[in-house]
C-alpha cells in the first residue's frame, strides 16, 4: 500500500513537472528566457551591486573619500536609472527587449573599463553615470518585460528562477574580493567589464518579447488550457494612464521604494559597517554577504512557490516586517552570532519578496503596458534605492557609527508594509 501510495505521488510529481517546464512536449522557450534574464542578473550583482561595499574600502584607501561621497555616486545611479526608467519602459514595449539588452550589456561594460582609469571623484561620477545606464538598460527591468510576457500561471515561478542568478552573484562575492585584494580594484573593474561584455552580448541574444511572434503560447499550454488564473479573467489590461491613475500603483511603489531603502543600504555599507564598527576582516565581511544572498537565493524559490499559492501582497506585508526586523538586530549588533541572525532574516525577506514585486505588478495590470507601466514605477521606487546609502552614510559620518541610519531604515520599512496593507487589487474600466 506504501508503495502504491510512493508510486502515485511519484506520477504525480513528474505530472507537475511536465506541466510547468514542458507542457506541450519540449522545453517551453520562456525557461530560456528565464535562465539567460539569470546570467545577466547575476553578472549585475556579482560584478557591481553586491561588491561595490567591497570597491568602497579600496576607494576610500586610495583617494580619501567620505563615506558619504562614494555612497553618493551608487545614489546617483539610482537616481540615473529611475529617471531613465519611463523611457526605457516605453523603448522596450516599443522595440523589444533583446535590442535594448543588447545596448545595455555594451554600456556595461564600457562602464566597467572607464571606471578602471578614474582619477578623481567627477571622472569616478561619470563612469558610474556609464555603468548606471548600461546595467538598467541590460537587466532586471528589460528582462522582466519579456518574463512577465511569456508567463501567466507560473509568472511568480519564473520570476524568482530568474533572480537566483542575481543571488549567486551576491553569493560569489568572495571570489571579486580574492581579485581586488590580488590584482588591485583597477584591473579587476578592468576585466569585468571584459567578462559583461562576452558573456551578457550571448544571453541578451537569447531573450525574446512576446510568444505569439514566434507561434508559442504564454505558459506555452495549449488553447483549450491556456485560461489565466492570476485573478485577471475577462478583465482588460491597464495602460499606464489608467495604472497610474489607481492607488495600487503610488501604495506598490512606495512599499517597494521603502523596502529598497534597506536592501541598498546593506548593499553598500554592510562591509564597512562590519570591517570598521565591528572589526571583521574583509574576507570575512565578505563571507556575511555570502550568507545574505544565499539565505536571499533559497527564498526567492521560495517566494515563487508562495506567490503563485497565496495573496502576494500579505507575502509583501510579513516580508517588510522582517526587513524591519533584521536592521535592527543589525544596528545593535555586538557579536557575529546577531551578524548572522540579521544575514539570515534580511536574506530570506529580501528573497521571498523580490519575484513578488513584479508578480504582483503584472497580476494587478496586466502584460501589455507592463514595461511602461514598471518605468513610471521606477521613478518612485528609485527614491529607496538612490537615499538607503545617503541616509545611512549621513548618520555614520555624522555620528561615526551607523547605528542611527540603520534604525531609522529600519523604521522606514515597517512604514512601507502599511503600503502593501492598502494596495489592493484595482479594477480596468475597459
Known amino acids: 500500500m506504501l508503495l502504491e501510495d510512493s508510486d502515485a505521488v511519484e506520477r504525480l510529481a513528474v505530472k507537475q513537472l511536465k506541466q510547468t517546464f514542458a507542457p506541450s512536449g519540449r522545453l517551453f522557450y520562456g525557461w530560456y528566457i528565464v535562465a539567460s534574464a539569470g546570467g545577466l542578473q547575476m553578472l549585475a550583482s556579482l560584478l557591481w551591486m553586491q561588491s561595490y561595499g567591497a570597491y568602497v574600502i579600496f576607494l576610500q584607501q586610495e583617494f580619501g573619500w567620505s563615506k558619504t561621497l562614494v555612497a553618493g555616486a551608487f545614489a546617483l545611479t539610482r537616481i540615473e536609472s529611475g529617471v531613465l526608467g519611463p523611457l526605457q519602459g516605453y523603448w522596450v514595449d516599443r522595440y523589444g527587449p533583446r535590442a535594448i539588452l543588447r545596448i545595455g550589456v555594451v554600456l556595461f561594460g564600457l562602464g566597467f573599463m572607464v571606471f578602471s582609469q578614474v582619477t578623481n571623484?567627477?571622472?569616478?561620477?561619470?563612469?558610474?553615470?556609464?555603468?548606471?545606464?548600461?546595467?538598467?538598460?541590460?537587466?532586471?527591468?528589460?528582462?522582466?518585460?519579456?518574463?512577465?510576457?511569456?508567463?501567466?500561471?507560473?509568472?511568480?515561478?519564473?520570476?524568482?528562477?530568474?533572480?537566483?542568478?542575481?543571488?549567486i552573484g551576491g553569493m560569489a562575492v568572495p571570489m571579486v574580493v580574492i581579485a581586488l585584494e590580488a590584482f588591485g580594484w583597477r584591473t579587476t573593474a578592468f576585466y569585468s567589464g571584459v567578462l559583461v561584455i562576452l558573456l551578457g552580448l550571448p544571453m541578451a541574444q537569447m531573450v525574446r518579447h512576446r510568444p505569439s511572434d514566434y507561434g508559442d503560447r504564454v505558459d506555452g499550454l495549449l488553447p483549450e488550457v491556456a485560461a489565466p488564473i492570476t485573478g485577471r479573467e475577462n478583465l482588460t489590461d491597464f495602460t499606464a494612464r489608467q495604472a497610474m491613475a489607481t492607488s495600487a500603483f503610488w501604495l506598490i511603489s512606495l512599499g517597494h521604494a521603502a523596502a529598497l531603502l534597506t536592501v541598498s543600504a546593506v548593499m553598500v555599507h554592510l562591509v564597512p559597517h562590519l570591517t570598521e564598527g565591528l572589526g571583521f576582516s574583509l574576507s570575512t565581511a565578505a563571507l556575511m554577504v555570502t550568507l545574505v544572498t544565499g539565505c536571499q537565493l533559497v527564498g526567492q524559490l521560495l517566494g515563487g512557490v508562495l506567490g503563485d499559492r497565496f495573496d502576494k501582497r500579505w507575502i509583501c506585508v510579513a516580508c517588510m516586517c522582517a526587513h524591519t526586523g533584521g536592521l535592527l538586530i543589525l544596528a545593535f549588533a555586538d557579536d557575529w552570532a546577531e551578524v548572522v541572525s540579521f544575514a539570515v532574516l534580511h536574506g530570506f525577506a529580501w528573497g521571498i519578496?523580490?519575484?513578488?514585486?513584479?508578480?504582483?505588478?503584472?497580476?494587478?495590470?496586466?502584460?501589455?503596458?507592463?514595461?511602461?507601466?514598471?518605468?513610471?514605477?521606477?521613478?518612485?521606487?528609485?527614491?529607496?534605492?538612490?537615499?538607503?546609502?545617503?541616509?545611512?552614510?549621513?548618520?555614520?559620518?555624522?555620528?561615526?557609527?551607523?547605528?542611527?541610519?540603520?534604525?531609522?531604515?529600519?523604521?522606514?520599512?515597517?512604514a512601507g508594509s502599511l503600503c502593501f496593507v492598502g494596495a489592493r487589487r484595482p479594477v480596468s474600466e475597459g
Open 121 to 167: 571623484l567627477w571622472t569616478f561620477y561619470a563612469a558610474f553615470a556609464v555603468i548606471a545606464v548600461g546595467s538598467s538598460l541590460g537587466g532586471f527591468a528589460t528582462v522582466m518585460v519579456a518574463i512577465v510576457n511569456w508567463f501567466d500561471r507560473h509568472r511568480s515561478k519564473a520570476v524568482a528562477f530568474s533572480q537566483v542568478g542575481y543571488a
Open 353 to 414: 519578496r523580490g519575484p513578488l514585486m513584479v508578480a504582483l505588478r503584472a497580476d494587478y495590470f496586466g502584460a501589455a503596458s507592463f514595461g511602461t507601466i514598471m518605468g513610471f514605477s521606477s521613478l518612485i521606487v528609485m527614491l529607496g534605492m538612490s537615499f538607503g546609502p545617503i541616509i545611512a552614510a549621513l548618520f555614520a559620518d555624522y555620528f561615526g557609527n551607523y547605528q542611527i541610519g540603520l534604525t531609522v531604515l529600519a523604521l522606514t520599512a515597517l
